[in-house]
């Protein structure tokens, strides 16, 4: 693969210490560094993250390292057990606290359940949609013990499906990343959905008293929640502005460098 490698954030989204979904997501990972993406793996049971609360989630012991890792990665592996039909809480946390650094990049999904997952892959393919991120069209779902046993993937099936999967990671995941350096660069008039987005976000920001950032021109509501279209309150107020290579961008012109 030319260039650099794709930056893949794969991420544990199961907090039991004997999790299948661990399993598998480790099972990926050695296999897309073995195709020569760089893996960074977030196990949230050894990486815990409090409980999303907007006054203070940013300025929370850990979380500027966290937000490194995540705004570093071009793809996200998303590993979450089906509970109740739906992604487990604590992906659904992680998830909560970020969006910015996830729009223009690949959400790619695995998940344990015995129903084949699917209204959980749709929940993770609808926040993705939210945060302006781009899914696969599939996702993986696996069965345990009929897929995995004694900490490792057995089945044929599941296998094979993973390979497909590090395939599409790797080769979707450096087509988006190199797209996404470019729409930031604005090296095209449209810089389409992530350019659009952050450069807009460049443009026309402003902070409020109690450090809000916010865009368009309504302010009162205090908490995290976004309005892509008009306006959007997003409490971060030190939180960098960083281009595709994590270096500070320019707030005037949304360029980076
Ligand atoms: C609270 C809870 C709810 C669950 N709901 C479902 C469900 O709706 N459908 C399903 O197939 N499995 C369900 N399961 C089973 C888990 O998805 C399954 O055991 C999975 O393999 C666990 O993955 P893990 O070992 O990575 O945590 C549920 C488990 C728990 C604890």
């Keep these: 693969m030319a260039g650099q490698p794709v930056q893949v954030l794969a991420v544990v ?96 999904t695995i998940v344990a359940s015995h129903e084949k997952g699917l209204t959980v892959t749709d929940q993770l393919r609808t926040v993705a949609r939210q945060c302006y991120a781009w899914t696969l069209p599939y996702g993986v779902s696996f069965a345990d013990e009929e897929d995995v046993r004694d900490g490792q993937v057995s089945s044929e099936a599941l296998r094979k499906r993973l390979e497909m999967f590090v395939r599409d990671v790797r080769t979707y995941g450096a087509l988006l990343a190199r797209q996404r350096r470019a729409d930031l660069e604005g090296a095209e008039p449209c810089p389409g959905a992530a350019g659009e987005l952050l450069a807009a976000e460049w443009n026309h920001f402003s902070f409020d008293q109690k450090g809000y950032r916010v865009m368009g021109g309504q302010r009162g509501l205090k908490s995290a929640a976004t309005n892509h279209k008009d306006t959007l309150y997003i409490r971060a107020p030190q939180r960098r502005l960083t281009g595709a290579n994590g270096e500070n961008g320019n707030r005037k012109t949304g360029r980076s460098g």
Excluded at 27 to 51: I, M, N, Q, T
Excluded at 58 to 65: E, K, R, S, V
Excluded at 76 to 104: C, Q
């Design 13 to 108: 989204g199961s907090l039991n210490p004997t999790s299948v979904t661990r399993t598998v997501i480790l099972h990926a990972a050695e296999r897309l560094r073995s195709d020569g993406c760089s893996v960074d793996v977030l196990d949230l049971e050894k990486d815990s993250l409090p409980l999303y609360n907007p006054d203070t989630a940013y300025d929370a012991p850990g979380f500027d390292q966290l937000q490194g890792r995540v705004e570093r990665a071009d793809v996200y592996v998303l590993g979450t057990p089906d509970y109740h039909g739906s992604i487990s809480s604590a992906m659904k946390n992680f998830l909560d606290h970020f969006w910015r650094e996830f729009a223009g990049k690949l959400f790619a």
